[in-house]
């Protein structure tokens, strides 16, 4: 919500101000120009890149639109199914935990909490890590280097999306230069015409040269810099659940692990405690 706010102040600011100089809007209105930087910039991501990153490119920027998912609420709810979950284990043992993580949409545990449940992401991540713990076969320190493993390869997919969107706005002046080239080339060729031809081409030409920086510093800019801010929120979150697996292989009690969970989680977004206690014993959520 926030992002097309930015896009309408800075639309806004834009005209509002061309208008208060007396600007004739109509000059502005160059389909020629945007079809020419649009295209050719829309060439370029293609070339540069696999279709997973440009699909990944178009799902960062609808996940922009949305907003973060990685809130308060997100974190207390979270919070909750570790409690549960880990209760559950102690209560009734191995046999049916690994039962609950084998396949958690038909658990009974996961299922009271859709939030985590939604990221397909984050529920492999963390019961694959119970799954190994169960086994046996490794110690914590070494599903602790597991984790952050996965971690390290899931961001760094996560990121190449980001890089594409930057370099397609690295290249948005140098293709509004282009336009304004051809649009000089066209001039050129109009030359001993109407001098109200030849202003209104020259014109045309300027308005390439600004839709390419606008386009870069205005828009696919602040779009790549609020992607790399969602996925670092992502990471956040996968760090907290590390931190809540940990915590309970190394055989802490199901409170104690979420508290230490609670601790890894960045403090604008961070419940206190008594907020995590209300919610474990199944009381209030986050405000």
């Known amino acids: 919500m926030f ?82 979950l880990f209760l559950s284990a102690r209560k009734n043992g191995a046999t049916k935990l690994e039962a609950d993580i084998e396949d958690p949409h038909k658990s009974d545990v996961f299922n009271k909490f859709p939030g985590f449940l939604h990221d397909h992401h984050a529920v492999d991540f963390f019961c694959d890590t119970l799954r190994m713990s169960i086994s046996g076969s490794m110690d914590p320190f070494a599903l602790d280097q597991m984790m952050e493993l996965d971690m390290e390869v899931h961001h760094h997919q996560a990121a190449e999306p980001i890089g594409a969107l930057s370099a397609v706005a690295d290249s948005l002046p140098g293709l509004g230069i282009v336009a304004a080239v051809l649009g000089v080339v066209i001039t050129m060729g109009s030359l ?47 760090n907290f659940l590390r931190v809540g697996c940990i915590a309970y292989i190394k055989g802490n009690a199901p409170i104690l692990c979420a508290e230490f969970a609670r601790r890894a989680i960045p403090h604008h977004v961070r419940p206190s405690f008594k907020e995590m206690e209300q919610a474990c014993k199944g009381g209030g959520g986050a405000s």
């Open 3 to 84: 992002a097309i706010i930015g896009i309408v102040v800075v639309i806004g600011a834009i005209i509002g101000g061309y208008l208060m100089e007396h600007g004739v809007l109509a000059v502005l209105v160059q389909p020629a120009e945007l079809v020419i930087i649009g295209g050719a910039a829309l060439g370029t991501l293609f070339i540069a890149n696999p279709m997973p990153t440009i699909m990944g490119l178009f799902k960062g920027l609808l996940g922009v639109i949305k907003g973060s998912r990685h809130t308060k609420a997100l974190y207390l709810e979270t919070l909750k199914m570790m409690n549960a």
């Open 192 to 238: 001993g015409g109407p001098p109200e031809e030849i202003g209104h081409k020259v014109g045309a030409a300027l308005v390439g040269t600004f839709l390419g920086i606008l386009m870069c510093y205005g828009f696919l800019g602040p779009l790549a810099s609020n992607m790399t801010k969602i996925v670092e929120a992502e990471g956040q979150y996968y």
